[in-house]
């Protein structure tokens, strides 16, 4: 066991766990966030995305002990926390969750595509997106509510 210090949604956190011990399991188990989704556990499926240092990565395959001192962690809690993000209230108005089980890992992934990319064509939206699964299909929707979201930014 190593101890491990944080910054996860702008707070550190102080956490002690084995050094392979995947993030997806010390943000949800130590940490307590259960936003982020244990989908494959492979890093396929993209429901387990979070961002450090801005970058989305997939954090059933990212182990506490490879982040670098002072990286920064932001979970589907640390996205909007004051007020919805643009792409939160996108999804809303496109009433894109069916399910709703891969959705933590498809804002988190949008959030970085327009960031990325402001302004995103289809082709954009469906290459960043390819690594997230939507096991209900909802693809189209969360399509049109990147674009809208890229329209409020």
């Known amino acids: 066991m190593a101890k491990y210090t944080l910054n996860i949604n702008g707070k550190k956190t ?12 010390v943000i949800r188990d130590f ?14 499926c993209g429901a387990c995305t979070i961002h450090v240092n801005g970058q ?13 001192k002072n990286s920064k962690i932001t979970t589907i809690e640390g ?3 004051t007020q919805l ?7 809303i108005e496109e ?3 069916q399910c709703g089980y891969c959705q933590s890992g498809q804002i988190m992934s949008a959030v970085a595509l327009l960031k990325a990319k402001p302004k995103p064509t289809d082709e954009d939206i469906d290459t960043y997106m390819s690594g997230n699964i939507c096991r209900c ?11 809208r979201a890229a329209a409020m930014v």
């Open 14 to 25: 102080q956490v002690e766990a084995e050094p392979d011990t995947p993030m997806l399991w």
């Open 31 to 44: 940490v307590g966030l259960k936003g982020t989704k244990f989908g494959c556990g492979m890093a396929l």
């Open 56 to 68: 989305p990565v997939r954090s059933c395959q990212t182990p506490v002990s490879s982040l670098k």
């Open 79 to 81: 996205i909007g926390n």
């Open 85 to 91: 993000h643009a792409v939160q209230k996108a999804w």
């Open 95 to 97: 009433q894109v969750p």
């Open 137 to 147: 299909g909802t693809y189209d929707r969360i399509r049109k509510a990147i674009h």
